[in-house]
C-alpha cells in the first residue's frame, strides 16, 4: 500500500484503515502480534508518532490490546468488529450519497438496484 499524503485522510487513519484491510484479509490474524510502530514508520517512511496514531485509533475501538511490554495484538473479535464499524459508518453513507444522486437524477429504485446488481455482477467477474 501507498500512502497518499495528498488525501483529505491524514495519515495515521490511512495506516489504521490499511491494518484493518490486512486484518479483513487475514494477513494479520486474531491474538497475532500486530506491526509496531517502528515497524510501520520504517516500512511507509513516516514519524513513529504517525504510525502510533494510527495503532492507537485500533486500540480505541478494540480492533488491537496492548500486552504491557510486548506489543499490540489483534482482538478475537477483530475482523467482525471492523465489518460492523465499515459497514455502519463506509457503506451507509456511501448509499446515502448514491440515493440521493439517483434522487436528483430522477433514476428509479428499480433503474437503481438494476445498476447496483450489474456493477456486482461485473465485480465478481473479476
Known sequence: MILNPDSSKPIYVQIAEWLETQI???SIKSNEKMYSQYQLA???NINPATAAKGLNILADEDILYKKRG???FVSENAQA??????KNNTLVKLV???V?????LNVSEDELISMIKSAKE???DE
Not at 440521493?100 to 436528483?104: G, P, S, T, V, W
Open 24 to 26: 479483513l484479509n487475514e
Open 42 to 44: 520504517e516500512m511507509f
Open 70 to 72: 510486548l506489543g499490540m
Open 100 to 104: 440521493l444522486e439517483a434522487k436528483n
Open 96 to 98: 446515502s450519497e448514491l
Open 122 to 124: 461485473r465485480d465478481d
Open 81 to 86: 468488529t471492523i465489518v460492523t464499524k465499515r
